[in-house]
């Protein structure tokens, strides 16, 4: 189960057990970071994010929260593309 109708992002849970996670869709490619809070990368590219030119970057509370409203900031970038 998604928690975004765009992206395939496992829920609250994993993140908040200190997991980080990335993904693509077509040219769009994201990063979320765990650590106290939650940090989200955007980029264009098929490069990592070690590499890439950072596009958007933002963070959020480490909270469900501020979980849901950064899936809702990751998918206002992808729509923005």
Not at 64 to 75: D, R, S, T, V
Request: glycine share 8%; hydrophobic share 30%; aromatic share 16%.
């Amino acid at each position: 189960m998604s928690v975004s109708e765009i992206f395939e992002i496992p829920l609250f849970y994993y993140f908040d057990s200190g997991n980080d996670y990335s993904g693509s869709k077509g040219d769009f490619s994201y990063k979320i970071i765990t650590g106290e809070k939650l940090k989200c990368l955007t980029w264009h590219g098929r490069l990592c994010s070690m590499k890439a030119e950072i596009e958007n970057e933002e963070e959020f509370d480490r909270t469900q929260e501020g979980f849901n409203a950064m899936i809702k900031w990751l998918e206002e970038r992808y729509k923005q593309k």
